[in-house]
């Protein structure tokens, strides 16, 4: 791990609201290439910390860096440098219902770069091609269904190819063979293209199949109570509630 | 980012390009290497990526974009020296040779565009005054069903709260628009007036005006936009979330649930607002006739002369007409909204323009009615 380079540093962060610390003191880093995955049970502020990663909240304390810049202190062109490296897919999607799929993939670009009109077009067809939409180029986001709108939404994060991709639940609420299907994609592209995918999730099925590495927040101590490989926490973690997070039983069950 | 052509001609174009492919960097690149292309038609195209130290997404949609091109007009393509790498990341996407990325549009001819653009919108107002009706005829039979058991089955709570949000609240504009609308309307009669010395009429005109047409046309506007919208664009976000749909299944009926409520709380707040908007108006005139050398006294009785109960009570039965129609209109363009964001807003602009020629339209019949009936 120590051979590859860190692009997210995080330095005892603290977040949450000022009346409600929600976890603290946590250090993490993750490292080029990996598929990192933020696990825990549902508000233990999963959520929160990835608006911390993402620089859309400020830490109470402590710092998040990408790629060594601070997202929190840098300011003009520097933030909108660091801001095209990372790629961001909310949890419903949130593409731009005025928008086609295809205008929705090329704002980025028509923001970020001075491409010719033509050529953006064509990034776009590629890039929904990538997540296998190419056939609606011309569609509105209502026109598509759920997990459409999902994969449209990674397109338009790939748009700019970022260093960083951010995914908030990406297979919640779909069938499993979307499911698999984004999983498969996220794979892919993190193969080929050496993006790293930071994502929060709790769906097992997913976690075994994509991610190198997982942290698991915990409401209780506030803190990151595992990190490895998610296959390593499952059957040899020392902290009973982190194997039974992964084996899928409730504390009742085991006492 | 460099480019070079060692080799340009129709036969053959070499292109060279050195330094990294991406977004960034191919802004004029892209449209200088096209352009060469669609000049030249080389029936080949060699490109040499052998300079290339980085390829991304946007790279590779530039060397497929390439391929493409040359494809067109039947010219061969080749890359040379590509990286294993960045060959894997074009088979990975695959040929776009056969891609139209412009909409196809099927264009009719102008005369049959604008006959259908014609039948759909005849067909659209026709429909949407079918759906009016409808919602009429729904609001009646369920406010029918209410009013039986008044107390217990009409959310009172909820009504007292919006009529506080619709009316309460919209006191001070109100008020501000019918004091400077009464200002207004004095200042300018007065001008004309002076020349045949009928100035002290203008106290006559301001209060006639203001009592049967101005005072309830002002406030209904008012409540048109702030309220009617808000009707509008709150139920049109519960439709989108769904939220309608809950309480269908819950077997809460929307009408009685969401719409009564609010129409009851205009039909509430309607009168009273205009009877502030017409008294802030008179105070507004006054200012203009003191202005002008008159006494209160004189002022108060040309009031006292020019106006009567039945101008007080016709102007009032209005606006309780004025009110139903913009709370009904409201809450049917928001049940009637369908899609997103935009669709929300859509339906709040709608209830508005409605509204206001709603309320138009029955002012100009109750103007006539009044004339017949001689109130």
Known sequence: ?255 | MKVEYPVANREKLCVILEGDLCADSLGNIWDDVVKKIDSLKPALLVVDAVKIKYCDGAGVSFLLDLKRRQAQHNGNCEIESLSKEYRNLMALIGDVNDVSLRQDTVKAGFCRQLISDIGMFTHSQWRDLIEQLVFLGKFCVTFAKLIRRPLSSIRWKTVFFLAERSGADAVGITCLLGFLIGLILAFQAAIPMMRFGAQVYVANLVAVTLFRELGPLITALVLASRSGSAFAAEIGTMKVNEELDAMNTMGIDPVSFLVVPRVLAAVLVIPLLTAFNILMGIIGAWVVMISLGFTTLTYVNQIKDAVNITDLSGGFMKTFVFGCLIACIGCLRGLQTTGGASAVGEAATRSVVSSIIAVVIVDGIFAVLFYYTGF
């Open chain 1, 1 to 255: 791990m120590d051979r590859k380079s860190a692009v997210i540093q995080v330095q005892k962060l603290a977040g949450g609201y000022a009346d409600k610390v929600i976890f603290e003191k946590i250090s993490f880093s993750i490292y080029k290439g990996e598929v990192f995955v933020i696990l825990g049970v549902s508000g233990c502020g999963k959520s929160t910390l990835l608006k911390h990663l993402i620089g859309l909240k400020k830490p109470l304390s402590g710092s998040v860096l990408i790629d060594g810049v601070d997202m929190v202190t840098a300011y003009g062109a520097d933030r909108l440098k660091l801001l095209r490296k990372i790629g961001v897919m909310y949890q419903s999607g949130a593409l731009f219902g005025s928008m086609t799929l295809c205008e929705n993939v090329r704002l980025p670009m028509e923001e970020f770069t001075d491409l010719p009109s033509y050529a953006m077009d064509l990034i776009a067809y590629t890039k929904l091609k990538l997540v296998g939409l190419e056939s609606y180029l011309h569609f509105m986001p209502s026109e598509i269904s759920g997990g459409m709108k999902k994969r449209a939404a990674i397109a338009r994060a790939l748009a700019l190819d970022p260093l960083i991709i951010f995914l908030d639940e990406p297979t919640a609420g779909l069938d499993p063979v979307t499911a698999s299907e984004i999983d498969t994609l996220i794979l892919r592209l993190s193969k080929s293209f050496g993006i790293t995918f930071v994502i929060v999730t709790h769906e097992l099925e997913s976690i075994f199949t994509v991610a190198d590495r997982a942290i698991m927040l915990d409401a209780k101590t506030k803190t990151v109570i595992a990190d490895g490989n998610p296959k390593y926490l499952r059957d040899s973690h020392e902290n009973q509630d982190v194997r039974n997070f992964f084996n899928r039983r409730s504390q009742e069950k085991t006492n």
